[in-house]
């Protein structure tokens, strides 16, 4: 029967995969986390010459763990064999920001990686292929690349601001003390930096007398308004100073969250936060790479539409709109 048939593999690529989050990556998706439990992977992993040795390292790793559904991994410092035929890129390579510094002092080295690559993945990737963009900055990242690489389906073109949604949904799960999987529908809009809008309006939490708004739950504006917002806006630079070390583990897993939903579908009555190109939703710019709230069903996201928006949330929206339409003129600004 159908069921039975294995399924023809799939080729992802993770870019600095010798890098930290690419050392959580590449184990989870050969476990199939990102793509389902019976979906064979072939991985190609692409990094800079001076981590040639490291790479060569994590494939023997791959090698040594025996993944049943891994069917090959290509590893390798030349992105043109990197991206031949890739159905889904995770573009992770970069450089990560330190303690001290915003998520926009990473642009220059950033951008201009994200315009070469942006070629090698229209010439040689798959048709159709799903780019997922991490590396910060990371909404204008994935800008510079759709636009160096016009032939691809700006559908096609994404950043990763899941972390930030898995973060909120994280601290509204432990100050309700409730499962985290019982909460659902926060959003994330705009940037993934301290601008950006964890937005809880619509946020509602599973209980045994059904589904009830996490603002009545909460019942404490001050701690919405205030602490939750600039916990979820500051927590990457919590975790730099606590660790040393930029996320990692959270963000290959959300990178998972994000590719698994966006190919598989979210679930009924649920959406997710994506970084998308922006069609002028919700008076957003058209033209900015901005996370919205977003259904997937066969393989294609959606903005959820007619969501209300208070006074509140619409200087925040737009806050973080002003800051990608100034990351997108200083993006341009270092490519000259
Ligand atoms: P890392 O320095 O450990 O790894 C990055 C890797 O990229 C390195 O191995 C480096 O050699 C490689 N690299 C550099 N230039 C490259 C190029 N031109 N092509 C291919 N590879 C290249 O950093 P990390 O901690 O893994 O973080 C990677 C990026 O992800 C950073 O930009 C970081 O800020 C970002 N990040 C984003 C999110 C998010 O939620 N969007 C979360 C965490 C980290
Ligand atoms: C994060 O959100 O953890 C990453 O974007 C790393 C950073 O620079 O904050």
């Not at 040689?124 to 048709?127: G, I, N, Q, Y």
């Given at each position: 029967s159908l069921s039975t048939m294995a399924k023809e593999p799939v080729r992802v690529l993770v870019t600095g995969a010798a890098g930290q989050i690419g050392y959580a990556l590449v184990p989870m998706i050969a476990r199939g986390v990102m793509l389902g439990a019976d979906q064979p992977v072939i991985l190609h992993m692409l990094d800079i010459p001076p981590a040639a040795e490291a790479l060569n390292g994590v494939k023997m790793e791959l090698v040594d763990a025996a993944?049943?559904?891994?069917k090959g991994v290509v590893a390798t410092t030349d992105a043109i064999e990197a991206c031949t035929g890739v159905n889904i890129a995770v573009m992770v390579g970069g450089f990560p920001r330190k303690e001290?510094?915003?998520?926009?002092?990473?642009m220059s080295k950033n951008v201009a990686i994200y315009k070469s690559q942006a070629s090698a993945l229209e010439k040689?990737?798959?048709?159709n292929c799903k780019v997922l963009v991490v590396a910060n900055p990371a909404n204008t990242n994935a800008l510079i690349l759709k636009e160096f690489a016009?032939?691809?389906?700006?559908?096609?073109i994404t950043c990763l601001t899941r972390l930030d949604h898995n973060r909120a949904l994280g601290q509204v799960s432990e100050r309700l003390n409730v499962p985290v999987s019982d909460v659902k529908n926060v959003i994330i809009w705009g940037n993934?930096?301290?601008?950006?809008y964890p937005d809880v309006n619509h946020a509602t939490v599973t209980t045994s007398a059904g589904e009830k708004p996490v603002r009545q739950l909460v019942a404490d504006d001050e701690w919405l308004h205030g602490d939750f917002i600039s916990t979820v806006q500051q927590r990457g630079a919590a975790i730099i100073k606590a660790r040393k070390l930029s996320s990692a583990l959270s963000a290959a897993s959300s990178a998972c969250d994000h590719i698994r939903d966006w190919v598989l579908g979210t679930p009924e009555g649920t959406w997710v936060s994506m970084g998308v190109y922006s069609?002028?939703?919700?008076?957003?710019?058209?033209?900015l790479i901005y996370s919205f709230p977003v259904t997937c069903c066969n393989g294609d996201w959606t903005i959820v539409q007619g969501l209300a928006i208070d006074d509140l949330s619409r200087k925040k929206l737009d806050l973080t709109a002003e800051e990608l339409t100034e990351e997108k003129a200083l993006a341009y600004s270092c490519l000259t």
């Open positions: 993944f049943p559904l891994l001290g510094m915003e998520r926009k002092d990473v040689h990737a798959a048709a016009p032939s691809i389906p700006e559908k096609n993934h930096s301290s601008t950006q069609d002028g939703s919700y008076n957003v710019p058209a033209g």
